[in-house]
T-cell receptor, first 116, second 114 residues
């Protein structure tokens, strides 16, 4: 069975600090997809990024970057120069199959608070 | 393009009443998912459909829950009879069955059963 673990329940930083959110996953499949979603205080779930298991290249998008390491089954998310608007719950998720339109297994989420 | 649309946004009902949550997926998407979010259990998948056909309903908690997708642009999740432990935020998501497999979520329905 697949599993996603986000060990950090809550993180609090001061604006402009860098912060890394950890995600560790378990799966028996060789083909899988990893995701990060953001849930701001308004409650909706916003897609941030998707990576497939064959692509270990790190990705950067503005202040966001993602580090995927198959050797440690981790897919960590770093926010550089954090801002108050980054305050949200962040979820890491795993999908095992492309062809079945399969389920997302979510981690427990990390509540990030960025203080001014 | 409109995103996934859920209604109502908030629902307050009394125990024993029937509750119907509605979802309109993104046009052209052919997979639809219902999730439930609670403090205790986090985000969990209840059921998903491919091309309007239920594929996996193993997450549906019990017979009181049922879901339908009569056509590609509409789905319902029904709880009958509702119980206080059903109080949660219910999300609908849709995706296009391509290599990207990204699920896009609606704003959710916050259900309170008194």
């Amino acid at each position: 069975a697949q599993k996603v673990t986000q060990a950090q329940t809550e993180i609090s930083v001061v604006e402009k600090e860098d912060v890394t959110l950890d995600c560790v996953y378990e799966t028996r499949d060789t083909t899988y997809y990893l995701f990060w979603y953001k849930q701001p205080p308004s409650g909706e779930l916003v897609f941030l990024i998707r990576r497939n298991s064959f692509d270990e290249q790190n990705e950067i998008s503005g202040r966001y970057s993602w580090n995927f390491q198959k050797s440690t089954s981790s897919f960590n998310f770093t926010i550089t120069a954090s801002q108050v608007v980054d305050s949200a719950v962040y979820f890491c998720a795993l999908s095992e199959s492309e062809t079945s339109g399969s389920r997302l297994t979510f981690g427990e989420g990390t509540q990030l608070t960025v203080n001014p | 393009d409109a995103g996934v649309i859920q209604s109502p946004r908030h629902e307050v009902t009394e125990m024993g009443q029937e509750v119907t949550l509605r979802c309109k997926p993104i046009s052209g998407h052919n997979s639809l998912f219902w999730y439930r979010q609670t403090m205790m259990r986090g985000l969990e998948l209840l059921i998903y459909f491919n091309n309007n056909v239920p594929i996996d309903d193993s997450g549906m908690p019990e017979d009181r829950f049922s879901a339908k997708m009569p056509n590609a642009s509409f789905s319902t999740l029904k709880i009958q009879p509702s119980e206080p432990r059903d109080s949660a935020v219910y999300f609908c998501a849709s995706s296009l069955r391509t290599i990207k497999n990204i699920q896009y979520f609606g704003a959710g329905t916050r259900l309170s059963v008194l």
